[in-house]
């Protein structure tokens, strides 16, 4: 069985105090949510530390938004994947669409990025989805192909457990527009295949796809429903304690 996963990431919301308080509301609730569900959170840089410490003993897992690409030294304003770790991630997120398009984020920087979070035992939400003119032109299929082969394809099968992979239709982000089941299911399934004809079955099979792009309580458990989607990467309805939890609970 793969893991069922709903991650929220926070992006550059809320102050320490108010994230504190999210992470509170949220560890508060996770009972409520069935046993089989796994639940992260991406909180900002800064506020690591402190909630990490509320997300102790909880079984709710912590994950930064990025990491550096080097190991350490001269890189102002880079943290390291080694920091991470240090302040108690599990996770970090890499290749968000965000940080593809206003942080120049290429393929062979990620590559580098994934390695630094596995020598320093990260475990990483890869992020892949195409923009509105290349769905619109039918390319939907090649970009999210040639995104997974660049930065995942010489990974080892060992490695690829520690990789879940965050499918996130760039038109879907943060504008309310949701793929409907369909679509990402038809995705989702053509990244497994992806997966199935490099790595093989037990790679394919055991791999967590998540979705992300305006999920919401609304239509979680629609899109949760689909067959090779295994959960979601939520930005907006992460930053609610409440939807949050609802989400997590659409199984
Ligand atoms: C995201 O940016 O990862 C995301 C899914 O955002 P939203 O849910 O706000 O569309």
Same mark, same amino acid.
């Given at each position: 069985?793969?893991?069922k996963i709903v991650a929220?990431?926070?992006?550059?919301?809320?102050?320490?105090?108010?994230?504190? /308080?999210?992470?509170?509301?949220?560890?508060?609730?996770?009972?409520?949510?069935? =046993?089989?569900v796994?639940?992260?959170?991406?909180?900002?840089?800064?506020?690591?530390?402190?909630?990490?410490?509320?997300? =102790?003993?909880?079984?709710?897992?912590?994950?930064? !938004?990025?990491? @550096?690409?080097?190991? =350490?030294?001269?890189?102002?304003?880079?943290?390291?994947?080694?920091?991470?770790?240090?302040?108690?991630?599990?996770?970090?997120?890499?290749?968000?669409?965000?940080?593809? /398009?206003?942080?120049? /984020?290429?393929?062979?920087?990620?590559?580098?990025?994934? @390695?630094?979070?596995?020598?320093?035992?990260?475990?990483?939400?890869?992020? +892949?989805g195409?923009?509105?003119? !290349?769905?619109?032109?039918?390319?939907?299929?090649?970009?999210?192909?040639? !995104?997974?082969?660049?930065?995942?394809?010489?990974?080892?099968?060992? !490695?690829?457990?520690?990789? +879940?992979?965050a499918y996130e239709p760039?038109?879907a982000i943060?504008?309310g527009v949701t793929a409907t089941s369909a679509q990402a299911q038809e995705i989702h399934a053509?990244i497994?295949?992806?997966?199935?004809?490099?790595?093989?079955?037990?790679?394919?099979?055991?791999?967590t796809i998540l979705y992300g792009g305006s999920c919401k309580p609304s239509n979680a458990k629609e899109l949760f429903a689909c067959p090779d989607i295994d959960g979601g990467l939520i930005g907006?309805a992460s930053?609610?304690?409440?939807d949050f939890?609802a989400i997590a609970q659409a199984w």
């Open positions: 069985m793969r893991k929220g990431n926070w992006k550059m919301n809320t102050t320490v105090a108010e994230g504190v /308080e999210l992470a509170k509301g949220i560890v508060a609730k996770v009972n409520d949510i069935s =046993k089989g796994s639940l992260i959170v991406a909180p900002p840089f800064t506020h690591l530390a402190s909630v990490g410490e509320v997300l =102790k003993g909880s079984p709710v897992a912590l994950s930064a !938004q990025d990491c @550096a690409d080097q190991p =350490k030294g001269a890189f102002t304003g880079e943290v390291s994947a080694a920091m991470l770790k240090g302040v108690g991630c599990a996770y970090t997120i890499l290749g968000h669409s965000e940080r593809r /398009e206003y942080y120049g /984020e290429t393929s062979p920087k990620l590559v580098k990025k994934m @390695a630094m979070a596995f020598e320093n035992g990260l475990k990483v939400i890869y992020c +892949v195409e923009k509105l003119d !290349q769905r619109e032109m039918g390319n939907h299929f090649d970009v999210v192909s040639q !995104q997974i082969s660049e930065v995942l394809f010489d990974l080892t099968p060992e !490695q690829m457990k520690n990789v +879940v992979i760039v038109w943060g504008t053509f497994r295949e992806t997966l199935r004809v490099h790595f093989g079955e037990k790679v394919a099979e055991e791999t907006g930053l609610k304690a409440d939890i």
